[in-house]
């Protein structure tokens, strides 16, 4: 096994990011930000780009998403 030595600042700093994708690989967050369902729905409708079909099957599915505590 060789040896290589690095400045201890990016140690530090390798071993965080480390420490952050071993997280997101394991599928373990502390803390999501989400934005509520009402929110997100203006932001589509605002755009002009989706028709009205395509915004109810998307509020639909975002209300029962588990990311919004439903399952």
């Known amino acids: 096994m060789s040896?290589?030595?690095i400045?201890?600042?990016?140690?530090r700093s390798l071993k965080r990011?480390?420490?952050a994708y071993r997280a997101v690989a394991t599928?373990?967050?502390?803390?999501?930000?989400?934005d509520d369902v009402e929110s997100v729905m203006k932001d589509?409708?605002?755009t002009g780009l989706y028709n009205?079909?395509?915004l109810a099957d998307?509020?639909?599915?975002l209300r029962r998403s588990s990311v919004y505590g439903k399952s």
């Open 17 to 19: 990011q480390s420490a």
């Open 7 to 11: 400045p201890k600042q990016e140690y």
């Open 44 to 46: 589509f409708e605002k």
């Open 27 to 34: 599928g373990r967050f502390e803390y999501m930000v989400r």
């Open 52 to 54: 009205k079909r395509f």
């Open 3 to 5: 040896t290589v030595t």
């Open 58 to 61: 998307l509020e639909k599915g």
